[in-house]
């Protein structure tokens, strides 16, 4: 385990029998160094098309990867990544997963943006874009992903004109009709919930997110052998 790992926001990377990474986290950072330390190798080459403000990699040595970190701000649009096929051990991808209504309140909209999104892509556009964002991205991913190769996404299910979007479950169900198998699943659930625009309560508020974890062929024996050795 790297050093960087015992920075835990939650008392300890390991369970408690001292076996394996525990699968929910209190913030993204944390998280995203567990999936490092488990799906990761060092020398992986490693694209980032959705760095933000490099949150997820915080607590990882990244001098151990070939790291490609872009974002739409530099001019690079993971729709339309400037990589060969096949040409990356791992992808990394967290789209702007909260689109905003205009009912929204203002406080809601400066707290999201001062967290690093940039929510210019899918305001006002509803969850459908969020979704289409979602798919444009991660069938870019799989283009550029090597056969065995690690997809890693970030979402969050939500909840539009009183209906919930089991956003997680979709997009398992995408990844598999692109031949990114789902290998694993991690929760995000930080101390505070979103703002919401809710007078009355209809369903549990939720403030946890997920990152899904896709091997591409699926694993091994029934698909391809992992791009790192285990
Ligand atoms: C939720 S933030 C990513 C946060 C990031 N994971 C971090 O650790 O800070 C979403 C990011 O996606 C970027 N983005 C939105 N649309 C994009 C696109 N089409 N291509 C590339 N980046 C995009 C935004 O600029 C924003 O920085």
Same mark, same amino acid.
């Given at each position: 385990?790297?050093?960087?790992?015992l920075?835990?926001?939650?008392?300890?990377a390991?369970?408690?029998d *001292?076996?394996?990474?525990k @699968?929910?986290?209190?913030?993204?950072?944390?998280?995203?160094a567990?999936?490092?330390?488990?799906y +990761?190798?060092?020398?992986?080459?490693?694209a !980032?098309p959705?760095?933000?403000?490099?949150?997820?990699?915080?607590h990882?040595?990244? @001098?151990?990867?070939?790291?490609r970190?872009?974002?739409?701000?530099?001019?690079v649009?993971a729709?339309?990544?400037?990589?060969?096929?096949?040409?990356f051990?791992?992808?990394?991808?967290d789209?702007?997963?909260?689109?905003?209504?205009?009912?929204? @309140?203002?406080?809601?909209?400066r707290?999201?943006?001062?967290?690093?999104?940039n929510?210019?892509?899918?305001?006002?556009k509803?969850? !459908?874009?969020v979704?289409g964002?979602?798919?444009?991205?991660m069938?870019?991913?799989?283009?550029?992903?090597?056969?065995?190769?690690?997809?890693?996404?970030k979402?969050q !299910?939500?909840?539009?004109?009183?209906?919930?979007?089991?956003?997680?479950?979709?997009l398992?169900? +995408?990844a598999r009709s692109?031949?990114?198998?789902?290998?694993?699943?991690?929760?995000?659930?930080?101390a505070?919930?979103?703002?919401?625009?809710?007078?009355?309560?209809?369903?549990?508020?939720? @403030?946890h997110s997920?990152?899904?974890v896709?091997r591409? *062929?699926?694993?091994?024996?029934f698909?391809?052998?992992?791009?790192s050795?285990?």
């Open positions: 385990m790297s050093a960087e790992l920075i835990e926001s939650d008392g300890g390991r369970a408690e *001292g076996v394996g990474h @699968s929910a986290a209190l913030d993204n950072a944390t998280m995203m567990r999936i490092a330390d488990l +990761f190798r060092p020398g992986m080459s490693i !980032d959705m760095r933000g403000s490099d949150v997820f990699w915080k990882i040595d990244r @001098s151990l990867y070939d790291l970190l872009t974002d739409i701000k530099d001019g649009d729709r339309m990544l400037p990589y060969a096929d096949q040409s051990h791992a992808v990394v991808l789209p702007p997963y909260r689109y905003v209504e205009a009912a929204t @309140s203002s406080a809601g909209l707290m999201l943006e001062g967290n690093g999104y929510l210019e892509s899918v305001r006002g509803g969850h !459908d874009a979704m964002l979602y798919r444009d991205v069938r870019e991913g799989e283009r550029i992903l090597m056969r065995g190769g690690y997809m890693v996404v979402c !299910d939500t909840i539009t004109d009183g209906k919930q979007q089991w956003v997680h479950s979709d398992m169900d +995408f692109i031949g990114c198998e789902p290998i694993d699943l991690a929760v995000v659930t930080p505070q919930v979103p703002p919401t625009r809710w007078k009355i309560q209809r369903s549990l508020r939720k @403030s997920y990152f899904i896709c591409k *062929g699926g694993r091994w024996p698909g391809y052998k992992s791009v050795a285990r």
